[in-house]
């Protein structure tokens, strides 16, 4: 692994917000643009900029994908990220930020995930224009023509020569921040965004120009204007998506496969309970949707599958595909094995695996003529081939 010099910038990326506007079926950052969620499009970016800690504040519950998208994001900066456990208001994510960074940090950024398509040279802008006294924000122009309203009655004109627009990053020297925060904590104030925090504890905050695809998605409306920017918008064709796996007999306990349980059948070893038949699926719907594999999402980096069984694997996929942009198509799967007998399960298994991904799945089974280590009774070797279609 290389070693990178420490940096004295830091980016906390807020992305632990509900998403309750855009109604995309999970928190915000991981309702995906394209193949990939909202937060690793911010990600992207960020890492793109100069080399900075990166601090990713996720919902509870989500650090793990938090995590899979900051490596894939980071490649060989990945020693420079950091996962975090967010508030409830986003004062608290931010400050669950500040607590992580390292000791040579004297400037941050603080980034809202949910403007995913910020450009890299805007956070490097921010970076270089943060002093020692002053706070900066990157601000567009506000071009509409402002009223002041009383419910729906116009009381007048707003002079929009002396307003901007606030985007992120925002930038601040970091030990005004954190005085400024710590202000507010005991204050019991809250702001809706770090420039107004920063500048209630009597600090300087300044501007300069913001872009316009730094725009924060919050409604169906700006996720489809996302996907217009990356080309994403256009009908696309539906995907194929293989999978493979093997697992050898000897585990402790019964057998589990096709997500059924087989007492009396020898146990097939493994991190979770051996499943090839689900964990082959898996693979080939991740494929199909581009998002890694089996082991990136529930490997042995992921000690929280240790003994799952399919319904947890498959209904934890069937969650990454739709947050993906897609929707399952159907899945066929053929399993190698002397054992155990499949044919008298095999509508059982169908309706079982069908019923977790919510879509049909196919089993067929051979026996390989006594061939190979299935055909030795070693073994099982499945393969799967998923179809999923972009929604």
């Known amino acids: 692994m290389s070693i990178l010099p420490v940096p004295d910038t830091a980016i906390i990326v807020v992305a632990a917000g509900s998403g309750t506007r855009l109604d995309g079926g999970a928190p915000k950052a991981f309702v995906g643009i394209d193949a990939r969620p909202i937060l690793r499009h911010a990600l992207d970016r960020v890492f793109a900029a100069a080399p900075a800690q990166v601090v990713v504040v996720a919902p509870a519950g989500f650090e793990g994908d938090a995590e899979t998208e900051m490596r894939a994001a980071a490649g060989e900066r990945a020693e420079l990220g950091v996962v975090v456990t967010g508030g409830a208001t986003r004062q608290e994510s931010v400050a669950a930020g500040l607590s992580a960074l390292w000791g ?154 096709a997500g059924l349980h087989w007492p009396g059948e020898q146990a097939l070893s493994g991190h979770s309970d051996g499943d090839a038949v689900a964990h082959a699926i898996v693979d080939a719907l991740l494929g199909a949707a581009g998002l890694g594999d089996i082991g990136q999402h529930f490997g042995t980096a992921h000690p929280e599958y240790a003994g799952a069984h399919a319904d947890v694997f498959l209904g934890r996929t069937r969650e990454l595909v739709a947050d993906a942009g897609f929707t399952i198509g159907n899945v066929s799967v053929q399993f190698q094995a002397n054992r155990p007998r499949f044919a008298a399960r095999r509508a059982e298994a169908e309706q079982v695996l069908s019923a977790l991904l919510g879509a049909p799945v196919s089993v067929t089974a051979t026996t390989t003529d006594g061939l190979g280590f299935p055909g030795r009774g070693e073994g099982v070797a499945v393969t799967a081939v998923a179809l999923v279609f972009p929604r």
């Open 104 to 257: 040579d940090v004297t400037t941050v950024l603080v980034h809202d995930a949910a403007r995913a398509l910020t450009p890299p040279e805007q956070i490097d802008a921010v970076a270089r224009a943060v002093t020692h006294e002053a706070g900066v924000i990157p601000a567009l122009p506000v071009v509409d023509t402002l009223k002041r309203v009383d419910d729906d009655r116009v009381v007048a004109a707003v002079d929009r020569a002396a307003l901007a627009a606030a985007q992120t990053p925002q930038g601040f020297p970091r030990a005004l921040l954190e005085a400024s925060y710590a202000a507010a904590r005991e204050q019991g104030a809250e702001y809706t965004d770090d420039a107004a925090l920063f500048a209630a504890a009597g600090h300087e905050v300044r501007r300069i120009p913001g872009s316009e695809r730094a725009f924060k998605i919050t409604t169906q409306a700006d996720l489809e204007r996302a996907r217009h920017l990356l080309g994403a918008s256009a009908p696309r064709a539906p995907r194929v998506g293989i999978g493979t796996d093997v697992h050898a007999f000897g585990g402790e306990g019964d057998l589990w496969l």
